[in-house]
């Protein structure tokens, strides 16, 4: 059974940081590449970061850079995704998401998410 539980979501004062996780189980975690995803009230889901399947390459949101940071350990199947300068604009369910890396397969798992409130 294939799962993604999201973690490490909630309330923070702006100018804090919090680090989220996301544990992979039920399929071959090293084979997909991994992104978070944010949702906003009332707003379209963004894309917020990205890392491949060994984690050579990150691509963040111009709206996130130099104060996210992505990062993954195929050992322990698990991505992070870790928030500094945390802004009131950050605040959102953020969900993890795996792309099969393997060519011509189109498989793709979501998490269910976690809260992240930034305010004071």
């Known amino acids: 059974q294939v799962q993604l539980v999201e973690s490490g979501g909630g309330l923070v004062q702006p100018g804090g940081s919090l680090r989220l996780s996301c544990v992979a189980s039920?399929?071959?975690?090293?084979?997909?590449?991994m992104s978070w995803y944010r949702q906003a009230p009332g707003k379209e889901r963004e894309l917020v970061a990205s890392?491949?399947?060994?984690?050579?390459?990150?691509t963040y949101a111009a709206s996130v850079k130099g104060r996210f940071t992505i990062s993954r350990d195929n050992a322990g199947n698990t991505v992070f995704l870790q928030m500094n300068s945390l802004k009131p604009e950050d605040t959102a369910v953020y969900s993890c998401?795996?792309?099969?890396?393997?060519?011509?397969?189109?498989?793709?798992?979501w998490g269910q998410g976690t809260q992240v409130t930034v305010s004071y």
């Open positions: 998401k795996a792309i099969s890396a393997i060519a011509g397969d189109t498989r793709n798992y």
């Open positions: 890392i491949t399947k060994v984690g050579l390459t990150k």
């Open positions: 039920g399929f071959t975690f090293s084979n997909y590449h």
